[in-house]
Nanobody, 127 residues
């Protein structure tokens, strides 16, 4: 069955960088959008960035600032989230997710648009 596994989170100081990875198994994901969401304590899960099958991407306001970059390696069934210049507001559990349908050019920005989720990886940024 489909399984997504995130890794790369940790405790870092403000201004540091992290690279998160999400490895998918169970099927080929080359034709599916992959997305990253995050959920901070006491807050709702929010969309961070997504990348579609053709490599196009949609970013949240935060990631549009240039600190976050999404990429994918279809040969490895892996999607990455490069996070630079982290600040305490980035502290959250980060989840990767697989789109409900293949070949969609428009990237979903809500949880309902995704069918499979990883277990999440904790990112904690200290002041």
């Amino acid at each position: 069955q489909v399984q997504l596994v995130e890794s790369g989170g940790g405790l870092v100081q403000a201004g540091s960088s992290l690279r998160l990875s999400c490895v998918a198994s169970g099927r080929s994901f080359s034709r599916y959008t992959m997305g990253w969401f995050r959920q901070a304590p006491g807050k709702e899960r929010e969309f961070v960035v997504g990348i579609n099958w053709s490599g196009g991407s949609t970013y949240s306001a935060d990631s549009r600032k240039g600190r976050f970059t999404i990429s994918r390696d279809n040969a490895k069934n892996t999607v990455y989230l490069q996070m630079n210049d982290l600040n305490p507001e980035d502290t959250a559990v980060y989840y990767c997710a697989l789109d409900r349908f293949p070949g969609r050019s428009t990237i979903a920005t809500t949880q309902e648009g995704y069918a499979y989720w990883g277990q999440g990886t904790q990112v904690t940024v200290s002041s």
